[in-house]
């Protein structure tokens, strides 16, 4: 008789191989590439889709049992590759962590004995190394806690692996994207190239930019449906709504403002929110339940930080995560961000030097611009978010003294910049933007018009005069 051991592994393996299998079948269906885009009174539009007219030749069906096998040999060495893969990544990482300590340790030598004791043996955001090789240790950081986290599941949730796959895509290390991942990713269309994949990034971040504009306005104004389960929770819920109230009301004079976008608008917006962002130092919470916020962003709605989450997520966002997970989420990426930007500033990185792939994950983390942005409208984004980020801030400190919530000041660039890249005329979600410019247009005509005819009275009556 077998174990509860055994035949939970068995089924773990038995489940994990079939759902590989058919992620394997569908991700081998054709896909139908979009031909040029026609333009139609100044509006591009793509066309649909065009099927192929030349028949399919029928082939002859394969023996399961040679697929199966094949299917496991492939499968075997695609687990062989990913682990030496991963093992060589983790050789490299620890050759650039050895630069950092070098770099350190010499800098340490010209401090006095007491600071020396103090200072840190090593800390991530420490110079003698390049940005690449920053940014290989942040990916090699990322894959190390992937690997922990399927560790432990196959440990004490074996069964549940398989589903975890299913749900969360982008839970394997880099090295292993080839099997299930790399199907879903061509379920998405993400598997067209490195073009397609940012197109359908680009795509999911305009339609979570909706769908979060829309929840503001549906949770200003109708209650939710479990408050009827707490008959304590109105007074709560009142506040939550007028302070949604109020956000829309901000966010809809923003986005009323004429010449909001690109580094403009980011500055704009740290202006508007900058009694949030700096704060006094000796402000304490009142109360006896009070507590200081050490995240920063206790105060932003929840609303707000899903539609954050899905942002920086996608195009593998799961909206079945629950809130306190999904801001654990968007903290961990601003803790990220937040390194990165430290090392950039620090190191004094030339941000010329920045180009290609390098340049495009850096303004990717951040929400800036798009693969259709020229690199120096890249660089600008760039370099704009660095200054209000970390220069700008550290000077105001240093006069004022005030205390710099720096998560709520990058959380906020990010809402701006995902709200001005759905708004771009280069987003790869074309019908939401699109929708109002025939209106649009048509005010600015209506508007000339009757400006051209009260010019042309008071001419008429100064002539007449």
Known sequence: MCSPNYSRWATTITLTLLLSLSHHSSASSNIATLPSQPTTNGITCPSPPTLPLTPVTPTARSNPLKSLAGYVKTSFLQFRDGSIQLYTNHKQCNTIRTKQRTFIAAKQLTMPANERRRAPKYYPTAGGITYAEFDFLQKGKDDRNKVMQLGFMMVYASRFVPYAFMFFPDMLPSPF??????????????????????????????????????????????????????PFGHTAAKKTMAQLEEVGNYGAALLATQGLSGVPGAETIVTVLRDQIYTPADVEPRGILSRRDRTGIKEVPKVIVRGVARLIDAPHFNGLLPGFLLKGKVLNHLQILSDADEFLVSQNVDLDTLSGDLLLEACNRRLIGGANHSEETLRAGLASWLNLSVKEPTKVVGKTGLEYNANLARLSLLCYHAVDGARDARASSYLPRLMFQGQVKGALRESARQEREVKGGAELKKSSD
């Open 177 to 230: 994207r080839t099997g299930v991942a790399a199907a879903e990713e061509k379920r998405l269309g993400l598997g067209g190239g490195a073009m397609a994949k940012w197109d359908t990034i680009s795509r999911e971040r305009a339609h979570a930019v909706l769908s979060t504009m829309l929840a503001i306005e549906r949770d200003a104004r109708v209650p939710s449906k479990l408050l009827k389960l707490n």
